[in-house]
């Protein structure tokens, strides 16, 4: 006796194992959306079959892997959401079924001869992102066994967008804070300068910055800084203030006037965001600092004869908080020769389980006056040797010049 039921089973698991392959994972993405508009083809017993991933700007769906449809649906041809049979399932955002195709559902699949369409919608993170139809050139009544089938087959090619989206996101984070960090510090007469930049996070990429620059007047403008998040849209908005900081530490005379204008930028511009910075400038005679801290955490300095310890330096709010602000402050401060100043993030100087004052007491042990490579290396010998969990960025500046007291 044959039975029925496990061989009903074992045929539907078999179904599900060929969309669902974990060997599918070893192709590119472009790849794994034939193979899987194949294999869709092969266990639904249809014939046709095609993906087309959504164009968010544009609104239209391209078409990415098809069966069957090489004349009618070419690849990289666009259909408007909402027109034709792909359209309607991206406006509806669920499952549609027609047995009988008219003219009306989609002229150009009619024409090819397709007399039934399945068609189901791809998500991501809830978002909509593309469409996966199949037809027969005959009447045919799929059953929902076959649209739980196709949904598999579309999640499964879902996922593969979603990791190849992330992989491009990646690489584009990286080229963009790559191309905003600097490889090489300026040389700067009175100075030495060292720097590190760890990510923390898997993107490799997050919001921290750091940036020195000579202003015309010949004060040196230094800046560290930290965006609120991580990945691709945090390296965007930490490049756009970066580059406003520079545009505005031109017409501004103190670190605490540029920083109110770029607060003012946030607030219209990029609305949501949130980000702590030090803006300082130091002297074309290197002997003084003025300071300003926009939620950011105290530098340290450490002088000869002195141990190293956070300057007594007042800390306004952070920027992006709202349009009414108290005033913002300028610290002027001194820089003794030989001396060196620490401005750092703080994912430096953070640890789960202690509080933030305990990692600064440790930072602080760690400096001592020298030039700022060694200092640099030292700190980060120190507080970075674990595997960071938030992104650490370290700026250091020594004071070279040897002036007569």
Same mark, same amino acid.
């Given at each position: 006796?044959?039975?029925?039921?496990?061989?009903?089973?074992?045929?539907?698991?078999?179904?599900?194992?060929?969309?669902?392959?974990?060997? @599918?994972?070893?192709?590119?993405?472009?790849?794994?959306?034939?193979?899987?508009?194949?294999?869709?083809?092969?266990?639904?017993? #249809?014939?046709?079959?095609? !993906?087309?991933?959504?164009?968010?700007?544009?609104?239209?769906?391209?078409?990415?892997?098809?069966?069957?449809?090489?004349?009618?649906?070419?690849?990289?041809?666009?259909?408007?959401?909402?027109?034709?049979?792909?359209?309607?399932?991206?406006?509806?955002?669920?499952?549609?079924?027609?047995?009988?195709?008219?003219?009306?559902?989609?002229?150009?699949?009619?024409?090819?001869?397709?007399?039934?369409?399945?068609?189901?919608?791809?998500?991501?993170?809830?978002?909509?992102? $593309?469409?996966?139809?199949?037809?027969?050139?005959?009447?045919?009544?799929?059953?929902?066994?076959?649209?739980?089938?196709?949904?598999?087959?579309?999640?499964?090619?879902? @996922?593969?967008?979603?990791?190849?989206?992330?992989?491009?996101?990646?690489?584009?984070?990286?080229?963009?804070?790559?191309? @905003?960090?600097?490889?090489?510090?300026?040389?700067?007469?009175?100075?030495?300068?060292?720097?590190?930049?760890?990510?923390?996070?898997?993107?490799?990429?997050?919001?921290?910055?750091?940036?020195? &620059?000579?202003?015309?007047?010949?004060?040196?403008?230094?800046?560290?800084?930290? #965006?609120?998040?991580?990945?691709?849209?945090?390296?965007?908005?930490? $490049?756009?203030?970066?580059?406003?900081?520079?545009?505005?530490?031109?017409?501004?005379?103190?670190?605490?006037?540029?920083?109110?204008? @770029?607060?003012?930028?946030?607030? =219209? &511009?990029? +609305?949501?965001?949130?980000?702590?910075?030090?803006?300082?400038?130091?002297?074309?005679?290197?002997?003084?600092?003025?300071?300003?801290?926009? $939620?950011?955490?105290?530098?340290?300095?450490?002088?000869?004869? =002195?141990?190293?310890? +956070?300057?007594?330096?007042?800390?306004?709010?952070?920027?992006?908080?709202?349009?009414?602000?108290?005033?913002?402050?300028?610290?002027?401060?001194?820089?003794?020769?030989?001396?060196?100043?620490?401005?750092?993030?703080?994912?430096?100087?953070?640890?789960?389980?202690?509080?933030?004052?305990?990692? !600064?007491?440790?930072?602080?042990?760690?400096?001592?006056?020298?030039?700022?490579?060694?200092?640099?290396?030292?700190?980060?010998?120190?507080?970075?040797?674990?595997?960071?969990?938030?992104?650490?960025?370290?700026?250091?500046? =020594?004071?070279?010049?040897?002036?007569?007291?």
């Amino acid at each position: 006796m044959i039975d029925v039921q496990g061989s009903g089973s074992d045929e539907r698991l078999r179904r599900i194992e060929a969309v669902t392959d974990a060997a @599918l994972s070893q192709l590119d993405v472009k790849d794994l959306l034939a193979e899987l508009v194949d294999r869709v083809g092969e266990v639904l017993g #249809v014939d046709t079959a095609a !993906i087309l991933l959504l164009d968010l700007h544009a609104q239209q769906l391209v078409a990415t892997a098809t069966k069957g449809l090489k004349d009618e649906v070419r690849e990289g041809s666009r259909t408007p959401v909402g027109r034709g049979f792909a359209g309607r399932v991206a406006r509806e955002k669920q499952p549609v079924l027609v047995e009988n195709v008219t003219a009306a559902d989609d002229s150009a699949l009619f024409d090819r001869g397709v007399r039934s369409l399945l068609g189901v919608p791809m998500f991501a993170g809830g978002e909509l992102i $593309g469409v996966l139809h199949v037809g027969c050139l005959r009447p045919h009544r799929f059953t929902s066994d076959d649209v739980q089938l196709l949904q598999l087959a579309a999640d499964r090619a879902s @996922l593969a967008r979603r990791t190849r989206a992330s992989g491009l996101d990646r690489s584009a984070a990286l080229a963009l804070q790559r191309s @905003l960090l600097p490889t090489h510090l300026p040389d700067a007469p009175g100075v030495d300068m060292a720097a590190r930049y760890v990510p923390g996070h898997d993107a490799g990429v997050g919001g921290d910055w750091y940036d020195v &620059f000579t202003l015309p007047s010949g004060w040196l403008g230094v800046v560290i800084g930290d #965006v609120s998040g991580h990945g691709l849209q945090s390296a965007v908005v930490m $490049g756009r203030l970066r580059s406003a900081l520079r545009a505005y530490a031109l017409v501004c005379d103190d670190p605490a006037s540029a920083l109110t204008l @770029l607060d003012r930028k946030i607030h =219209h &511009f990029e +609305t949501g965001n949130l980000a702590t910075v030090l803006y300082a400038m130091i002297s074309p005679d290197r002997a003084i600092i003025r300071v300003s801290l926009a $939620g950011h955490l105290q530098p340290v300095l450490a002088a000869p004869g =002195h141990p190293a310890d +956070t300057l007594t330096i007042p800390v306004d709010l952070p920027l992006g908080i709202g349009p009414r602000q108290p005033a913002r402050r300028c610290t002027e401060v001194a820089f003794p020769s030989d001396a060196v100043l620490i401005c750092y993030t703080d994912g430096l100087v953070e640890r789960r389980g202690e509080i933030i004052d305990v990692g !600064i007491d440790r930072l602080c042990a760690a400096v001592e006056p020298g030039p700022a490579e060694e200092v640099c290396a030292r700190v980060m010998s120190t507080l970075a040797g674990e595997q960071a969990t938030d992104d650490i960025a370290l700026l250091a500046i =020594h004071s070279a010049t040897r002036r007569i007291p």
